[in-house]
């Protein structure tokens, strides 16, 4: 079965850290273009980080800095650790893998609250 299972979400206080998981199965994850994208209420789903195959990556400017992708073709997962969060960073976290097809996850709440 083709899917993607965000996981890693909660609750966490201004400042905190959280990391997120994205661990991708029925495709072959080490060929595909892996990104984080986020969708907080009532905004459009905006791009929060990428990485290639090859493991080059690229980040959103606010984000940059503070969260950083990476990948483990050998646990077909993607990660993204994120410092220094901000109230402003609540949303939904959604996991995106691109190749020859285009597959999302079910996405993964990040609450930034006191």
């Known amino acids: 079965q083709v899917q993607l299972v965000e996981s890693g979400g909660g609750l966490v206080q201004p400042g905190g850290s959280l990391r997120l998981s994205c661990a991708a199965s029925g495709f072959t994850f080490s060929s595909y273009h892996m990104s984080w994208y986020r969708q907080a209420p009532g905004k459009e789903r905006e791009l929060v980080a990428g990485?290639?195959?090859?493991?080059?990556?690229n980040y959103a400017d606010s984000m940059a800095g503070r969260f950083i992708i990476s990948r483990d073709n050998s646990k077909n997962t993607v990660y993204l650790p994120m410092n220094s969060l901000h109230p402003e960073d609540t949303a939904v976290y959604f996991c995106?893998?691109?190749?020859?097809?285009?597959?999302w996850g079910q996405g993964t709440q990040v609450t930034v609250s006191s």
């Open positions: 990485i290639t195959a090859t493991g080059n990556t």
């Open positions: 995106k893998a691109v190749g020859w097809r285009i597959i």
